[in-house]
């Protein structure tokens, strides 16, 4: 389990790789957010990121192979024992019901969708879209180890019009962090070229007719995927709650805030990067 950048592994039964203790260790102790970035950065270099995964871990009855040397995502739960965006996941939680459909647009390894579908215990609509070739194998994985069907998880990103794109990362410690804007994406140094379609699409040759929560998180190209969305859909196919990245708005050709509150929607929770806006009936 030594290397940057460990083979995807979708295929062994979860299980097959437990961590041992001095593995999660490490990284706990190189990933300590009271530490300064600088410290973290350079104890990870040196200490964890050789210890690269991939290790299955369970989390609050959710499980998750995880590869903590090239994203966050899987740093956070593996380190830190937590899930990532925690007040995020906790302000969600009165608005699963059964039967519901979420739609998870940049889904990274499913750390929203798996919490939706394991909370309801499989009984949700599950639309997850990811357009890292990489990522979507972990994704499709941590699905399957959950027992979550994989019907409307696909492999493609979401934006105004059915077309190929670049999408940038790092290429190597966050590869999750990645953005069809190349400013988008701190340090971009790799992109993959991806399929991109519009959001009607998608979700007209799905049959999908209502959302109760889309959940939207794609580095700066919000915008990009939802006003087209909202200039065409039916007021009967607007999410009834939308968790809306907010952290890269200074990269929004429109302005989507305006554009929700013109459409009825109203803050109900927000962080430094994510509001939680819900629609006036």
Known sequence: MVGANPAVDPTSPFGAFPPKTHERLVWKWSDWP???QKWRQRLRKRFARPISGPFDIEYNGMKFRLYPSEN????????????????EHQA????LRPGMVFVDIGANIGSYSVFVGSHLKGDAKLVAFEPHPRTFQKLVFNFKANGL??????NCGVGPKVEKLELWSDGGSNIGHTSLLKEGTANAQVSVSVQVFPLIDLLNERGITSIDVLKIDIEGFEDRALAPFFDVA????????VLLETAHQSLWERN??????????????????NLLLSRSD
């Open 34 to 36: 009271l530490l300064p």
């Open 256 to 273: 989507l805030l305006n554009m929700l509150d013109a459409r009825g929607y109203k803050t109900r929770f927000s962080t430094k990067e």
């Open 72 to 87: 966050y995502c899987d740093r956070v739960l593996f380190g830190r024992s937590i899930m990532p965006e925690m007040a």
């Open 234 to 241: 039916p007021d009967t196919l607007f999410p009834k709650h």
């Open 149 to 154: 069907p994989t019907d409307y998880v696909l």
């Open 92 to 95: 969600l939680l009165p608005l």
